[in-house]
């Protein structure tokens, strides 16, 4: 009878003490899967920034190996831009005009390139530069994408008006080359994927001989457009081109057909909030 009665007494507290161990395990279940659903989203937001500083698939190689070996690619077409009298127009403006003078022009630029297999690789100041055929190659397609690009994006910055210049348009002086580079990661703080070899320095210097709201671009670039076809070029004759001697060159003036997007696009106020396609799915991803 007394074992009985210490079993009675006994129970109850065991059964509460068993009950409140299964809700706790419970509470402690359901607080880790949301845990693990915000660890999960924090790593799609890291991973979507991590995506616009480094090509995708060499984030991903990086984020795996720690280490990325450079590559050769023997056929990449490269874009530089700048702005035309950028160093006086920024005398002439406050430092917040320039800032938000150049954030205006990088997120139409940045939004416009979304549309073309091409990959920005940096802004320097008011330089511009994109490639296409890497990291992942594109066989010849690289050549119709940035030229079809530099005609997109010069056909926009026109939209834009100079900070303390009434009536002014933006003017931008483009160049394109294509050929062989080597590229990889470089740096341990802040890695870069960069270019390397005599293609980038081409086209460098294809933009700083060019001349305001024209693409200046290499015989070889003029060559590998007329294999594709569909481009108009014409011949701007010899150049001479620092470090290079002289060089034949030629002018993109346009390509068949037009480009789609501009008279959709070029208008002053369609530009005032765009935003790049990559901050809407950051945003999206930050929302979720």
């Known amino acids: 009878m007394a074992i009985l009665a210490l079993v009675l007494v006994v129970s109850p507290i065991i059964i ?57 690619y023997s056929n990449v077409t490269v874009y530089f831009s700048d702005i035309v009298g950028f160093t006086e127009i920024a005398a002439e403006s406050t430092p917040l005009e320039v800032v938000r003078f150049l954030n205006s022009i990088y997120k139409l630029f940045d939004a416009r390139i979304e549309h073309y297999d091409v990959y920005k690789v940096e802004t320097i ?28 994006l010069l056909a926009g910055s026109s939209v834009f008006a100079i900070p303390r210049r009434p009536g002014e ?16 990661i470089v740096g341990s703080k802040m890695p870069r994927y960069c270019l390397f070899g005599d293609t980038v320095n081409t086209a460098s210097r294809m933009e700083t001989t060019g001349e305001p709201l024209r693409i200046h671009i290499s015989s070889e670039m ?21 470090g290079k001697g002289v060089l034949e060159t030629y002018w993109l003036v346009g390509k068949q057909g037009g480009i789609t997007r501009a008279s959709e696009l070029d208008t ?14 950051f945003r999206a991803s930050f929302s979720h």
Do not use: W
């Open 125 to 152: 100041g008011d330089s511009y530069m994109v490639a296409s055929g890497l990291p992942d190659e594109n066989g010849r397609k690289h050549v119709s994408e940035i030229a079809t690009m530099a005609l997109d």
């Open 16 to 72: 509460v003490l068993v009950c409140n161990a299964v809700a706790t395990i419970q509470v402690y279940a359901t607080n880790l899967i949301i845990k693990a659903q915000e660890l999960k989203a924090e790593q799609r937001r890291s991973d979507t920034l991590l995506f616009q500083m480094l090509p995708p698939s060499v984030a991903r190689q990086l984020k795996h190996v720690q280490e990325v070996p450079a590559e050769f």
């Open 268 to 281: 002053p106020g369609f530009f005032e909030d765009l935003q790049p396609i990559f901050i809407r799915r």
């Open 169 to 184: 348009r933006l003017q931008i002086r483009s160049g394109i080359h294509t050929g062989p580079v080597v590229a990889g």
């Open 222 to 242: 003029n060559e590998a457009l007329s294999q594709v076809g569909g481009f108009e070029t014409e011949l701007r004759g010899l150049v001479e081109v620092k």
